[in-house]
């Protein structure tokens, strides 16, 4: 079974999870960010739209025992960019290209020794209109050329893009 990956991705074993969360397995659900957790029997995901709310997550796991990096290669976590693939050598995870229909892919990953052909997805996704079928990408410090603030609301982060005139939305992780 695989784990959708997009925008950017933290991805967790979960037998480290179960090792050392507390609470493990039930206590990081509950506890998941936002409503893009998902998880096969292998791998858990959260996805995040801004690198900083990601961090934010890899340090929260760190405080929880969960560790990153180890001699330069994903331990217990790895992140993962929807269009470049793991940040760091990971040799627990495959990264690739789904194909869920015609003309419409999906990045995923998978464990190493895992064969099965499921996709695992948050509750609500859906292919249309997700980020895997409208991806676009505004490198960190260049919002400001293209998009223009709006407003922040339930979560989201609200631009407008001065070039196509469309409203743009990011979302965060909201801390309180």
């Not at 969360?21 to 791998?43: H, I, K, M, Q, V």
Request: proline share 5%; aromatic share 8%; glycine share 8%.
């Amino acid at each position: 079974m695989a784990v959708l990956i997009e925008a950017i991705s933290v991805v967790v074993r979960r037998t480290a999870i179960e090792a050392t969360y507390p609470g493990n397995w039930e206590s990081f659900r509950l506890r998941a960010p936002n409503a893009t957790l998902c998880a096969d029997d292998n791998l858990a995901r959260v996805g995040f739209m801004q690198p900083s709310d990601a961090e934010s997550f890899v340090n929260e796991l760190a405080q929880h025992g969960l560790i990153y990096l180890e001699n330069g290669a994903a331990k217990d976590l790895v992140v993962i960019d929807q269009q470049r693939g793991p940040a760091v050598p990971c040799s627990w995870i495959e990264f690739g290209r789904v194909e869920l229909a015609p003309s419409q892919q999906v990045a995923a990953c998978r464990a190493t020794d895992d064969t099965k052909d499921v996709l695992a997805t948050p509750d609500s996704w859906k292919y249309e209109g997700s980020l895997s079928q409208t991806f676009g990408f505004v490198p960190t410090g260049e919002e400001k050329k293209s998009l223009r603030f709006l407003r922040h609301e339930s979560g989201i982060d609200v631009y407008l893009n001065e070039a196509t005139g469309k409203e743009v939305f990011v979302g965060r992780t909201d801390k309180g």
